[in-house]
């Protein structure tokens, strides 16, 4: 193993030596992944042995991390002067998970977004994941670009969506990301991305409704409509019809709507029990935020059953997800008294 080697040691074990146009490389947090030159692709398990690892321990003393120009990771040897993209600790990995479970994997509170596409080649996939540029959504965007999968951040800010973009790169500098730029609070922005997006003629295999808003206050789109019921709801519904013929043509494809179990206290019936549209994009006087949030995600959830009933016989299956309660994310920032409420929990619930 290349790594043994750096550091003064043989390698005995056959099943440890990469491939010829393969190498070892480790995030920033440790997790040590392989690079295929060949295939340009990457995945967490040794290519031969299938196992998975991560460093143990600190860099050695005078070793500091740095990162390059292009967002790679390197390490710079300061007692003898020189510098390297391999890390020193890869020397003196521990095994993680040696034995493949028998049974489907299991995922828990712990689990966390690179262990649940672990093992998976998601190379020629192409995905759009919209609000990628933080929070779950850039988690999402980062495991399934690690994994091969060709991922566009679908942001409002395409400043903030290059960021994103940067720091996937500083994890794998081949990595197949791009921002584009995406307002669902406009549908002609809507409108606008899924021109640019066709323009590419690139498949769509996945398409993911990660974007939100929490604890707004009450103001009206340049459409007319009150902006959380469009930027949660409406405006992921008018994307997937524009995408709807790439997604069919792509199939087997999928739709991803992330919504809430909040959905589950609100209502968007009158007393007879017919849809009242007044309560989707409520006046000023009739607006709560907290409402307008569960109801939104509540059309999410009805919209995802029904585009999973018209589209799974043509290839295309739609689910909605609860992401988990609390999470610490940006998602809060419109009240101080969300951000003070979220802050409290952070310690007792799950991170990014």
Known sequence: MAALKYAGLEDTDSEEELP??????????????????????????????????????????????????????????????????????????????????????KYDGNSTAMEILQGRD????VVIITGANSGIGFETAKSLALHGARVILACRSLARGSDAVQRILGEWHKAKVEAMTLDLASLQSVQHFAEAFKSK??????????????????????????????????????????????????????????????????????????LDFSLLSPSKKEYWAMLAYNRSKLCNILFSNELNRRLSPRGVTSNSVHPGNMIYSSIHRNWWVYTLLFTLARPFTKSM
Do not use: M
Request: proline share 6%; charged share 25%; with cysteine.
């Open 20 to 105: 010829p146009g393969w190498e070892e490389r480790t995030t920033k947090d440790g997790w040590v992944y392989y690079a295929n030159h060949l295939e340009e692709k990457t995945q967490w398990e040794h290519p031969k042995s299938g196992k998975r690892k991560r460093v143990a321990g600190d860099l050695p003393y005078g070793w500091e991390q740095e990162t390059d120009e292009n967002g790679q990771v390197y390490f710079v040897d300061h007692i003898n002067k020189r510098t390297t993209y391999l890390d020193p600790r890869l020397a003196f990995t521990v095994e993680d998970n040696p034995v493949k479970p028998p049974t489907r994997q």
């Open 122 to 125: 998601l190379s020629g996939k």
């Open 201 to 274: 003629n690139l498949p769509l295999h996945i398409l993911i409704c990660n974007a939100a808003v929490f604890g707004a206050p009450w103001s009206l789109t340049e459409d007319g409509l009150e902006s959380t019921f469009q930027v949660n709801h409406l405006g992921h519904f008018y994307l997937v019809q524009l995408l709807e013929d790439v997604l069919r043509q792509s199939s087997p494809a999928r739709v991803v709507v992330v919504s809430s179990e909040s959905h589950r206290f609100t209502e968007i019936k009158d007393s007879s029990g017919k």
